[in-house]
Nanobody, 124 residues
Framework: QVQLVESGGGLVQAGGSLRLSCVAS????????IGWFRQAPGKEREFLAT????????YYADSVKGRFTISRDNVKNTVYLQMNSLKPEDTAVYYC?????????????????WGQGTQVTVSS
């Protein structure tokens, strides 16, 4: 069993930055890719970024490319999402998830463990 816990969310003004953390416990996520997703009220869960288990390959959604950076520290069992130049439309609950396999994927169905989410609110 894997438990994922996100933290680092909060209220920030447009143009500001936040860094989210996703800490794993139990059976860790080594050898699995990790993804970040978000979900705003009334909207589908949206893929943001994913990183390979070695950390040397990443993939981003066009909506966040150039503004968000995903990274990981397998010693600390932690994956980060650095978010810069935040916009009001980035307001959502942000989730991290562990992939079923090792391949990078933007599909939520390819992930089998999810955290409880952390709220990010960007004011205009």
């Amino acid at each position: 069993q894997v438990q994922l816990v996100e933290s680092g969310g909060g209220l920030v003004q447009a143009g500001g930055s936040l860094r989210l953390s996703c800490v794993a416990s139990g059976r860790t996520f080594s050898s699995r890719s990790i993804g970040w997703f978000r979900q705003a009220p009334g909207k589908e869960r949206e893929f943001l970024a994913t990183i390979s288990w070695t950390g040397d390959t990443t993939y981003y959604a066009d909506s966040v490319k150039g503004r968000f950076t995903i990274s990981r520290d397998n010693v600390k069992n932690t994956v980060y999402l650095q978010m810069n130049s935040l916009k009001p439309e980035d307001t959502a609950v942000y989730y991290c998830a562990r992939s079923i396999g090792g391949a990078l994927s933007s599909y939520p169905g390819e992930y089998n463990y999810w955290g409880q989410g952390t709220q990010v609110t960007v004011s205009s």
